[in-house]
């Protein structure tokens, strides 16, 4: 069984920074892309970013040159540096890994983690 949990959320002031962490644990055989996903109230899940096992990276037009996601392969981690943060940032972000395990190839969800931004 594969398990994501997320860290580093919280309640911060616009202009502010937050990282977020994620570590996939269990029965790993490798994993692909990993990346950050966020849900606002009322809202459909949308991508923020994403990285895939070489390094190669992608992120929502929205928070370029804002975030930057990084990743650890030999730590099954992946981090998401969050500056310059706006109200319109405030949602559940998730983070999400491609995983190679016994039973195949699945994505895999952690729980989300609040991130606020707000006066």
């Known amino acids: 069984q594969v398990q994501l949990v997320e860290s580093g959320g919280g309640l911060v002031q616009p202009g502010g920074s937050l990282r977020l962490f994620c570590r996939a644990s269990?029965?790993?055989?490798?994993?692909?892309?990993m990346g950050w996903y966020r849900q606002a109230p009322g809202k459909q899940r949308e991508l923020v970013a994403t990285?895939?096992?070489?390094?190669?990276?992608n992120y929502q037009d929205s928070v370029k040159d804002r975030f930057t996601i990084s990743r650890d392969n030999a730590k099954n981690t992946v981090n998401l540096q969050m500056n310059s943060l706006k109200p319109e940032d405030t949602a559940v972000y998730f983070c999400?890994?491609?995983?190679?395990?016994?039973?195949?190839?699945?994505?895999?969800w952690g729980q989300g983690t609040q991130v606020t931004v707000s006066s």
């Open positions: 999400k890994a491609d995983v190679i395990d016994g039973s195949g190839f699945r994505s895999h």
């Open positions: 990285i895939d096992r070489g390094g190669s990276t």
């Open positions: 269990g029965s790993i055989f490798a994993i692909s892309d």
